[in-house]
C-alpha cells in the first residue's frame, strides 16, 4: 500500500471550515483514499473514502487531486467534537485489506 | 454508532498469564480484522478472519491467535503475556469487500 504523510498536528477555530491535507505520491490505479478518526481513547471512526472524484457526506468532503497524489478532507464547520487525530490511509481494493495506520494529524479546535 | 461491541471494556493481567478478549461484528458483516493500538501510536494489524478461517496476518507472534465462529463473532487469545503487550485491542468488521468499521475496544494493562 501506497504511504502517506500527514502535517502532525493543526489547529482550527470553531465554525470554521477545518482543511486537513494528506499526501500520497506513489499511489497506484487501484487504491483507494480512506479517512478515519479516533477521539481520545475510544476505537477509530470511519469518515470517508474515494477513488478519484470528489466525495462528500453528511461528515465531511474528500477533494482529490486530478493526478491522485494528494487529498484534503474538510470538516465544514468544526465543532468541538471534531477534535480528534486523523487518519489517512490509501489501500488496494475495497477497503477490506488491512489497514495501515500512520501518524495522523492531530486537529484540536478551538473554542 | 457501528454496531461493534467488544468486550470486556478493560482488563489486567499479570506477566505470564493468559487473556482471551471477544468482538460481535456488525450484523451482516463477515470478515473481523484485528488491531493493537500502543500508547501513542496508530493502531497495528494483527490479523484478519473471514468467514472462519485466517485472511492475512501481521508481525505478530504466534502466541497471539484469534478465532471466528459461525455467526462471525471473533475472538482473540494472547498467550504468556508480557509488558509490550499493554495496549488497546481494536476489532474492525466489514462485509468483504467493504470499509472497515471499528469496535470501542479493550484497554489491556499486563503488569
Known amino acids: 500500500d501506497a504511504k502517506t504523510t500527514q502535517p502532525p498536528s493543526m489547529d482550527c477555530a470553531e465554525g470554521r471550515a477545518a482543511n486537513l491535507p494528506c499526501n500520497h505520491s506513489?499511489?497506484?490505479?487501484?487504491?483507494?483514499v480512506y479517512w478515519y478518526r479516533q477521539i481520545h481513547s475510544q476505537g477509530p471512526q470511519y469518515i470517508i473514502h474515494?477513488?478519484?472524484n470528489n466525495e462528500t457526506n453528511e461528515m465531511a468532503s474528500l477533494i482529490i487531486t486530478e493526478d491522485r497524489k494528494s487529498s484534503t478532507l474538510i470538516l465544514p464547520h468544526a465543532t468541538l467534537r471534531d477534535t480528534a487525530v486523523y487518519y489517512c490511509i490509501v489501500l488496494s481494493n475495497f477497503g477490506n485489506e488491512k489497514l495501515t495506520f500512520g501518524t495522523g494529524t492531530r486537529l484540536t479546535i478551538i473554542p | 454508532e457501528t454496531g461493534v461491541t467488544q468486550s470486556p471494556t478493560h482488563l489486567i493481567k499479570t506477566r505470564g498469564q493468559q487473556v482471551t478478549l471477544r468482538c460481535s461484528s456488525q450484523s451482516g458483516h463477515n470478515t473481523v480484522s484485528w488491531y493493537q493500538q500502543a500508547l501513542g501510536q496508530g493502531p497495528q494489524f494483527i490479523f484478519q478472519?473471514?468467514?472462519?478461517?485466517?485472511?492475512g496476518r501481521g508481525n505478530f507472534p504466534p502466541r497471539f491467535s484469534g478465532l471466528q465462529f459461525p455467526n462471525y463473532s471473533s475472538e482473540l487469545n494472547v498467550n504468556a503475556l508480557e509488558l509490550d503487550d499493554s495496549a488497546l485491542y481494536l476489532c474492525?468488521?466489514?462485509?468483504?469487500?467493504?470499509?472497515?468499521?471499528f469496535g470501542p475496544g479493550t484497554r489491556l494493562t499486563v503488569l
Open positions: 474515494g477513488l478519484k
Open positions: 474492525a468488521s466489514s462485509p468483504l469487500p467493504d470499509t472497515q468499521y
Open positions: 478472519y473471514y468467514r472462519e478461517e485466517e485472511n
Open positions: 506513489t499511489i497506484s490505479g487501484n487504491e483507494y
